[in-house]
């Protein structure tokens, strides 16, 4: 089992930068692929970005690439999301997801664990 626990949500301007941070326990994260999915007031849940378990291959959503980038330090046991140039688009709950990496087929796709969310609001 993979615990996942998300921070550094927070209430921002238009064009502010904001790192979330996910921790996870239970395993080592080395193993996991790990993604951030998240979900805006009123609308579905969406692909953000994902990442490797070794780090050495990652994916990001186009509505973020170029202003948000994903990134693990394995050692800590810890992925986060750097989060540039937010617009008020960008206001949802932020989840923390992986799968262990013998299951994943690719870095988009199912994913098992979820952490609980942390809040972005971005105010324009």
């Known amino acids: 089992q993979v615990q996942l626990v998300e921070s550094g949500g927070a209430l921002v301007q238009a064009g502010d930068s904001l790192r979330l941070s996910c921790a996870a326990s239970?395993?080592?994260?080395?193993?996991?692929?790990t993604g951030w999915f998240r979900q805006a007031p009123g609308k579905d849940r969406e692909f953000v970005a994902a990442?490797?378990?070794?780090?050495?291959?990652?994916d990001h959503a186009d509505s973020v690439k170029g202003r948000f980038t994903i990134s693990r330090d394995n050692a800590k046991n810890m992925v986060y999301l750097q989060m540039n140039s937010l617009t008020p688009e960008d206001t949802a709950v932020y989840y923390c997801?992986?799968?262990?990496?013998?299951?994943?087929?690719?870095?988009?796709?199912?994913?098992?664990?979820w952490g609980q969310g942390t809040r972005v609001t971005v105010s324009s």
């Open positions: 997801a992986a799968r262990h990496s013998i299951l994943s087929t690719g870095l988009r796709g199912l994913f098992d664990y």
């Open positions: 239970g395993r080592s994260l080395s193993s996991y692929k």
């Open positions: 990442i490797s378990g070794s780090g050495d291959m990652s």
